[in-house]
């Protein structure tokens, strides 16, 4: 049987800071592409997903309700990580609807809404986790060089979603990425973690780069051509079909 696959990771325009996917377009490209199912995963809230949950339902189409987090760092030096957090029954998304609250009211840190590690734990029931790629924390831990500390923040993310922990794995043509992977793929096997591929969608078709890039230079009050802007983001991050997925893993069929 051909496998299929489902996107993960999606932001949508409900993402504010760098996602340009229009639900509806979503949901229609989806179909067209011949998948059942996609998650969007807009950054700390909900803001689309009535509009998401009718627009899949009308399609014919699976939503999987998700939520790019960030998590506050255990050091005051450090800077906040992302995490992925996805709801698999009704527990999940009343959990992850308390948490996202909970991090608007009380996590707030360095302007963004956080969630603290030991909030996760508590109200992990009903989610599961994926790693964020090179820029979660385990991936920060694999490309600072320190192992060590990449295992040990994977053993206790999969003790606090009871193995239901996935180490992300990104090939968008950004820097980094099979270093990344390479690292990653190791401490999974070491670890018996399982891995999951996303293309980490920032865009439905990839001629809408541009205006993408020009949503994120509005956010963070760039110009194009600012020599000095961070170049975050690759045109390569759009909703890819499965045939285009399989193939960019085909090294990696257990991450489909």
């Not at 939520?67 to 906040?80: F, L, M, T, Y």
């Not at 909970?102 to 996590?107: H, M, P, V, W």
């Not at 508590?122 to 990449?150: C, F, I, R």
């Not at 230079?217 to 020599?227: A, G, N, Q, V, Y």
Request: charged content about 30%; overall charge negative; glycine content about 6%.
């Amino acid at each position: 049987m051909k496998p299929s696959f489902v996107h993960l990771r999606v932001h949508s325009e409900y993402s504010l800071v760098d996602g340009v996917v229009r639900v509806k377009e979503l949901a229609e490209a989806v179909v067209e592409k011949r998948m059942p199912a996609v998650a969007i995963t807009d950054v700390a809230n909900f803001f689309a997903l009535v509009k998401f949950y009718k627009a899949a339902s009308n399609a014919g189409i699976k939503p999987i309700v998700a939520s790019d987090i960030w998590v506050a760092p255990e050091k005051e030096n450090e800077d906040p990580t992302p995490l992925v957090l996805v709801a698999k029954n009704e527990t999940g998304y009343r959990n992850l609807s308390e948490l996202l609250s909970r991090a608007f009211t009380e996590g707030q840190v360095m302007g963004r809404a956080t969630l603290r590690k030991d909030w996760i734990r508590a109200q992990s029931e009903g989610l599961l986790a994926l790693s964020a790629g090179k820029d979660g924390d385990v991936g920060k831990a694999l490309m600072g060089g320190n192992p060590e500390t990449a295992e040990a923040l994977t053993q206790d993310w999969l003790s606090i979603f009871h193995g239901d922990f996935y180490l992300e794995l990104h090939r968008t043509g950004r820097a980094g990425e099979e270093d990344y992977i390479y690292h990653a793929v190791e401490l999974a096997l070491k670890l018996d973690c399982a891995v999951v591929a996303t293309n980490d969608v920032r865009f439905i078709k990839r001629e809408e780069f541009e205006a993408h890039e020009v949503r994120v230079c509005i956010h963070d009050s760039r110009t194009l051509d600012d020599p000095r802007r961070e170049r975050r983001y690759s045109e390569e991050q759009y909703l890819k079909s499965t045939d285009e997925m399989i193939a960019l893993f085909s090294d990696l069929p257990e991450a489909i």
